[in-house]
Each structure stands twice: as structure tokens, then as C-alpha cells.
């Protein structure tokens, strides 16, 4: 409880980190282990915008792996186009990162792609597309773009107007808001 995953100001989480309802100042919430699990599933699903289906495809594969599941599961998520998008600075949210991928203004290695679930790879180059150059959107990107801190596995060149991936998602630099185990064990009941 409390966790703020809001990217706006008013957050409800942040004005009143308690439950709702009469007794909801009295006591901190006890939470069996199950409903922490499910707590952390909810956090993940919410911060990457994803329904359970998808996570749950998403858990699926990350555990058919033969690394450690929980961290393929979040390198899984940060590479995700609409991840790295806000990640380099050109969205505010992830809302309007998926948004502006949905509505085509980004492509990859030259090609156009508007899924936002496209899952980027090392040397892969993310430019905007030549249609969105010349719009004002594109100033509104170069302008939030400057401000951002970007992974270490991202690079961004300001005269090519172009990133770059230059290898896999580093988990310990991602927002560590929720604990991929206790999603990977909460699937696997």
C-alpha cells in the first residue's frame, strides 16, 4: 500500500497511503502471502499497462526460459518498444509512449512498427518516422528527450536524432517497484 505508481501529481496512493473506509487509518493492512503476491502482480500489470492475458503470456515465456525467471521476466518488460520510448525521454508515460508507438511514429532499423509489444534487441536504431519530423510533436519529443536519464543500455545521438540499443535491459537500473519473484511464485500455485 502506498506505492506510487502514478505519473501524475495527485496521485491516491501518495494522498492517503491507507486503505479506503472507516478503519482504514487505524492499522496498517495484514496482507497473507498470497494477497502480497497478488500485490505485486497488480503493481507490474499497472505499470506497464498490460491486461492478464498478455502478462501472463509474458510469465509464460519468461519461465520457459532457462535463466532465472524472474529477471528475464522484467528484461521482458524494459525491452518492450513502448518501454524504451519513455525510457529515452520522448513520452512523459508510458500511456502516451503506447499511444505514440499505436499511432506509427517510430521506426525501427528503417521500418515502421506500431505495436507497442515489440520487443527490441541489441543494435537495434529507433528513429521517428520522416512524417513526424516536421510536426511539432517532434520539437515536443527533442525538448522532453533533453532532460532524460537513460539507461545504460540505451544511447541516444542528438544530431542523427536517433537511439540506439546497445545490449540487454540492465534490471538493477529499472524502476524496482515491484519483486518479480513473488509474481513468478504467484503463477506458479
Given amino acids: 500500500m502506498g506505492t506510487k505508481l502514478c505519473s501524475y501529481k495527485k496521485c491516491p496512493a501518495q494522498k492517503r497511503p491507507y486503505r479506503p473506509g472507516q478503519h482504514g487509518p487505524l492499522g496498517t493492512p495484514r496482507l497473507t502471502g498470497y494477497g502480497q503476491q497478488l500485490l505485486e502482480k497488480q503493481k507490474a500489470k499497472w505499470l506497464y499497462g498490460m491486461m492478464e492475458k ?3 503470456t509474458y510469465v509464460e515465456r519468461a519461465r520457459k526460459s532457462k535463466k532465472e525467471t524472474g529477471m528475464v521476466l522484467q528484461k521482458m518488460l524494459e525491452s518492450r518498444l513502448d518501454n524504451v520510448v ?7 508515460s508510458r500511456a502516451q509512449a503506447r499511444q505514440w508507438v499505436n499511432h506509427g511514429h517510430f521506426l525501427i ?18 528513429t521517428l518516422h520522416p512524417h513526424v519530423q516536421k510536426t511539432a ?6 525538448a522532453q528527450s533533453k532532460d532524460a536519464h537513460l539507461p ?3 544511447t541516444y545521438d542528438r544530431e542523427k536524432r536517433e537511439a540506439k540499443v546497445i545490449g ?3 534490471v538493477a537500473e529499472g524502476e524496482q517497484v515491484f519483486n518479480a519473484q ?8
Avoid at 182 to 189: A, C, D, K, Q, T
Wanted: glycine share 6%; hydrophobic share 40%; aromatic share 14%.
Fill in 152 to 154: 545504460s543500455w540505451l
Fill in 54 to 56: 498478455q502478462f501472463r
Fill in 137 to 142: 510533436l517532434a520539437q515536443q519529443i527533442e
Fill in 109 to 126: 532499423n528503417g521500418k515502421k512498427v506500431d505495436i507497442p509489444s515489440y520487443q527490441v534487441c541489441d543494435g537495434d536504431r529507433i
Fill in 168 to 170: 540487454d535491459p540492465v
Fill in 86 to 92: 519513455f525510457r529515452l525521454g520522448y513520452a512523459t
Fill in 182 to 189: 513473488m509474481i513468478v511464485e504467484f503463477y506458479s500455485r
